[in-house]
T-cell receptor
Framework: KQEVTQIPAALSVPEGENLVLNCSFT??????LQWFRQDPGKGLTSLLL?????REQTSGRLNASLDKSSGRSTLYIAASQPGDSATYLC???????????FGKGTHLIIQP | EPEVTQTPSHQVTQMGQEVILRCVPI?????FYWYRQILGQKVEFLVS????????KSEIFDDQFSVERPDGSNFTLKIRSTKLEDSAMYFC??????????????FGPGTRLTVT
């Protein structure tokens, strides 16, 4: 059974810093990995999707990498801003499954 | 930009009552999903639906749950006899079929279900 773990569970940094959020998964036979942002009491906003054949994807100040063989992904946020404060979720789609398996998320606070 | 919508945003019901949660997926999408998130816990997959039938379901999705696409736009989740432990945020998601990012799932804002 696929398990997804995100470290750290919470992170608080001053504005302007670059930061890295980590995601690991136990079964490397994934089809893709998706990073989401969740604001308190709200839905999930898709940030980046990486196919299993890709090594990284970029969108603006966000860069996500994938090392499928070691079961790891990182989300790099450059020049963090207070508006980046949210919970960041990592989710994987298994090769034989349609539903996503989620991690518990990293709660990020960017201090002004 | 097209988005997934869900109604109601908050539903309060008594234990044992039936509830129907509604979703309008993005119009050209073909795959539809329900997930739930109990407060403080992970988002969990419930069911996926394609071509008017369930394509996959988790062990959470037992006989008290059902899904339906009653017309060309709505996708519903019915819980027949609610329990206290059904209290959660329920998310609907959808995706298209084909194209480079065909497996990217788009989520709605959620329905908060409170069972008393």
């Amino acid at each position: 059974k696929q398990e997804v773990t995100q470290i750290p569970a919470a992170l608080s940094v001053p504005e302007g810093e670059n930061l890295v959020l980590n995601c690991s998964f136990t079964d490397s036979a994934i089809y893709n990995l998706q990073w989401f942002r969740q604001d308190p009491g709200k839905g999930l906003t898709s940030l980046l999707l990486i196919q299993s054949s890709q090594r990284e994807q970029t969108s603006g100040r966000l860069n996500a990498s994938l090392d499928k063989s070691s079961g790891r992904s990182t989300l790099y946020i450059a020049a963090s801003q207070p508006g980046d404060s949210a919970t960041y979720l990592c989710a994987v789609k298994g090769g034989g499954a349609d539903g996503l398996t989620f991690g518990k998320g990293t709660h990020l606070i960017i201090q002004p | 930009e097209p988005e997934v919508t869900q109604t109601p945003s908050h539903q309060v019901t008594q234990m044992g009552q039936e509830v129907i949660l509604r979703c309008v997926p993005i119009s050209n999408h073909l795959y539809f999903y329900w997930y739930r998130q109990i407060l403080g816990q992970k988002v969990e997959f419930l069911v996926s639906f394609y071509n008017n039938e369930i394509s996959e379901k988790s062990e959470i999705f037992d006989d008290q749950f059902s899904v339906e696409r009653p017309d060309g736009s709505n996708f519903t989740l019915k819980i027949r006899s609610t329990k206290l432990e059904d209290s959660a945020m329920y998310f609907c998601a959808s995706r298209t079929d084909g194209g480079r990012n065909s497996y990217e799932q788009y989520f709605g804002p959620g329905t908060r279900l409170t069972v008393t």
